[in-house]
């Protein structure tokens, strides 16, 4: 009982970690939508699209590959990893600094606003940045998740900060990308001084940890890199071809798909460690029943939260964006099936790298960015409507699931049996139980 009652506060936390987050974000952009024009807010959204692939780029491999070699209780262990990641980490964003400053004084993005501006301003973010990833890596391996929590509700309310500029003084890019900055540099002082991360680790460094990070970052940095491709891909596109209000427009109902993952994101801040855990003990009865009963939790709250989503579509909209971007309802709703296969695609991709075959996921995840980028080109050339342009994410999304099951089922690792039907099992147990419950309550 004591073990199921932790495991609970567990997922709440962890669910508490995505879900406020996700609240501050979009009260932040409901504001940011209202108060801002449609070419700055396209502009705007342009830029943070560029930070958050980079930020990937930079610090996502990092990240998974933190968790899955900090899980230990060896303090001197954990030096190592963490000063060997630091090392790697401050080498990779070095070299991507000055990449960026020598392009932005090129003036080559002069014609992109958003592109310009990310190319000086992340020079100097990237660098602020890594220790926050690395605090951050070092939370869901120790699985601190209160601090977990305080952290990402922090840098949350950055955006609203940028939100309550613009709604003040109206703005630039310029302006909100420095807010953006300084927001930040005070975060990594706050973590700093309660020392959730140390970046003098570093002097802990051995090559051999390096190159062991370096190992499982190649692939799963390319699989987080390629990921991002394809959430960000619709974004760049539809600012080259449409112009930067067009993103705005599109931007509404990709707002709200993004409270499709809180649930998922949650269940896979404690779904990684555990899997991994039972992928280094070797036992895969375990890791099997781990599983099915994350993929039936997601699905216990997903198709229910989704045939609501679906039938309140229009309100939510309007809600969201106000009466100006009311048409973008059918975009909604396309997105909608988007959701349905989330479980399924991100929980093969999470066990694939927990049995260390980042590889495997990141020629998944690249087989879908494909797709999804000549879908895109097609739907826009094609069509000109942006409806279509969501389409194409249902069909890279049916293509991930399919290819991520096939790829886990090849790994021999798993008991053969159905797992569909133990899913569903299980979830008829669930809502049986919780059923009893009720009733014995009445």
Same mark, same amino acid.
């Given at each position: 009982?004591?073990? %199921?009652k932790s495991q609970a506060a567990i997922q709440g936390l962890a669910f508490a970690s995505q879900l406020l987050p996700a609240i501050i974000g979009l009260g932040s952009f409901m504001l940011l939508v209202r108060v801002t024009k449609p ?12 930070? !958050?692939?980079? +930020? ?7 990240? @998974? ?21 630091? =090392? ?15 392009l932005f004084f090129s003036g080559i993005f002069s014609q992109n606003a958003g592109i310009q501006i990310f190319c000086g301003w992340y020079a100097v973010l990237g660098l602020v940045t890594l220790p926050l990833h690395i605090a951050e890596a070092e939370a869901v391996a120790k699985q601190d998740l209160k601090f977990l929590l305080l952290l990402r509700i922090t840098q949350s309310t950055n955006a609203l900060i940028i ?6 003084? +109206? ?22 001084? #309660?020392?959730?991360? %140390?970046? #003098? ?6 090559? /051999? +940890? ?16 390629? /990921? ?25 109902? *990709? ?8 649930? $998922? ?32 939790? @997601? ?18 909209? *309007?809600?969201?964006? &106000? ?15 988007? &959701?349905? *296969? $989330? ?23 690249? !087989? ?31 293509? &991930?699931?399919?290819?991520? =099951? =096939?790829?886990?089922?090849?790994? &021999? ?6 797992? $569909?039907? +133990? ?11 919780? /059923? ?7």
């Open positions: 009982m004591k073990t %199921n070419e700055i807010l396209g502009e705007y959204i342009v830029y943070t699209t560029a930070v !958050i692939l980079f +930020e990937m780029i930079k610090s996502g491999g990092l990240q @998974s590959a933190l968790v899955m070699r900090a899980s230990t209780d060896d303090q001197h262990q954990q030096k190592t990893i963490i000063g060997s990641a630091y =090392w790697l980490g401050g080498l990779i964003s070095l070299s991507i600094s000055v990449i960026l400053i020598i939100a309550f500029y613009a709604f003040l003084k +109206e703005g630039s890019l310029e302006e909100f990308a420095t807010v953006h900055l300084g927001f930040n540099i005070c975060l990594l002082v706050f973590v700093l001084i #309660f020392k959730k991360t %140390n970046p #003098f680790n570093i002097k802990f460094k051995t090559m /051999t +940890e390096v190159k062991s990070l370096f190992n499982l970052i190649k692939y799963t940095l390319a699989t987080l890199a390629t /990921t991002n491709v394809l959430k960000s891909a619709d974004t760049f596109l539809i600012g080259s071809l449409m112009g930067s209000a067009s993103v705005a427009k599109y931007a509404i109902p *990709l707002k709200l798909t993004e409270l499709f993952e809180i649930p $998922l994101r949650s269940l896979s801040t404690t779904a990684f460690p555990q899997l991994a855990a039972k992928h280094n003990e070797k036992d895969y009865s375990a890791f099997k029943k781990t599983l099915v009963q994350y993929l039936s939790w @997601s699905y216990l709250l997903y198709i229910p939260g989704l045939l609501f989503a679906f039938i309140l579509a229009p309100y939510l909209v *309007l809600i969201i964006g &106000g009466k100006q971007y009311a048409d973008t309802t059918p975009i909604f709703r396309v997105f909608i099936l988007f &959701g349905l *296969l $989330l479980p399924i695609n991100r929980m093969t991709g999470i066990c694939l790298d927990a049995l260390q075959l980042p590889n495997k996921n990141f020629l998944k995840v690249f !087989i879908m960015a494909i797709v999804n980028i000549v879908a895109d080109l097609l739907a826009l050339y094609l069509t000109h409507n942006l409806v279509w342009v969501a389409f194409a994410s249902v069909i890279n999304a049916i293509i &991930g699931a399919t290819l991520g =099951w =096939w790829m886990l089922d090849k790994t &021999g690792l798993l008991e053969k049996h159905n797992i $569909l039907i +133990e899913i569903i099992d299980y979830c008829k147990e669930f809502i049986g139980k919780m /059923t009893n419950k009720l009733t014995q309550k009445q």
